[in-house]
């Protein structure tokens, strides 16, 4: 087997904090087997556009604790077509690069796969502040996200407490609820609605307006984003509107939306990203592709990207008709079993952030 000689990294999607510590291991420990590294600008439209930039350790150096990505993201549209895949690998092609890496979700992932298919070896890494990507336990930057979304709502609980307020508190995560609910309950929230659970906002309604009665001043309650009502209006800002009508209550929206996004990477986005991001390396030199960067019981494993796709469809209820024909049976238990734990945690936590909400 012939060793690589260069690699191509982007970030597509959403941008996590995090992702710029995943560049920073993947350049240095490439460079260090002799692999030059080649940043593509602005995810996969980069690829299309011809706009990348050589990539040294001393280009990376003092990026680990940035926010953001470096070198920078879209949602690419024209990706998604076949004459778009075409010319991504034409230009992989004329630069030499031999393989990629992509940081992302699970879009990006699919990208991954059509660059595989198209003879450009291609591994993802997970990047997301969502967590919501089935195959992983854990995706880059949702620990910074969960604790940016936590210092804010930690300084509107003392606000609302000085005004006797109660404040609804709309948090990112697109269908995944795991963020609204880690951080409802390190707030001490008093109710929590999210994607995955039913909520019973007649019994919310009913323990706010008892805990105003025992005299409670201020109130937290954080809904995601994903909530919606059977008329497809925002539940969190229906909830606070019910909320002031009914009980008369003085109440405060806010919105976290992209603040979630920025900031400095904690601890553990930086030290999964660097060991995500060697692995992969690792892998391509080993000269295997088509994979993604999972964390399965602490341990960094990877898993082949259309199993990841496929289960992830199943858990969200999105499998199209013919999505299972190439998995064996045994493979199909596997997704199954796998959907059953995500649900179940989801359930648990819930379960235990309602026990203590109060
Ligand atoms: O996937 C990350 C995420 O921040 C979601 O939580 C959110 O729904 C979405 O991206 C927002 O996307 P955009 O940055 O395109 O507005």
Redesign the pocket.
Known sequence: MEKIKKIGILTS??DAPGMNAALRAMTNKASSEGIEVVGIIGGYSGLLNNKVKTLTPEDVSGIIGLGGTTIYTD?CLEFATEAGVQKAVQTCRELGIEALVAIG?DGTFRGATDMTIHGVPTVGVPG???NDITATDYTIGFDTAQNTALEMIDRMRDTCESHARVNIIEI???DCGELTLNVAIASGAVAAAIPEIPFDADAAVERIRKLREEGRRGMVICIS?GVFTADGKKFSEVFEKRLHDELGLDTKFARLA?VQ?GGQPTIRDRKTASVMGVTAIELLIEGKSDLVMCEIDGQIKPIEIRWALAADRMYKKKLKDNDLDSFTAEQIDEMEALCDRRAAEIERLYNVFESIAK
């Open positions: 999607g959403g949602r979700g997301t502040i969502d990112m995560g697109r984003e992209h996004r």
